[in-house]
């Protein structure tokens, strides 16, 4: 192949459109997925209120002040 023709700067052209589109995919794939794990990780966190990990502490907070209601109905029943 002749580099010096219009033909092969044109292959040369192609080949490396062809990867700057396959990279731009790659990174925008892998954009995608990182702004997915940061709203997953987000729910892990405390945010006043609507993230899991707040709703994990209002159960848990409920779960002891039942404990400590049942652990008096028992003494209170001895």
Known sequence: MDWNS?????TVGAL???????LW????????????????EAEYK????TSMRDAVNRIEQKIAKLEGRFEQHVEESE
């Open 46 to 49: 405390p945010n006043h209120g």
């Open 25 to 40: 995919g790659v990174f925008r794939h892998f954009n995608k997925i990182e702004r997915r794990l940061d709203r997953i």
């Open 16 to 22: 490396v459109l062809e990867v700057v589109v396959v």
């Open 6 to 10: 219009a033909g092969g700067w044109a």
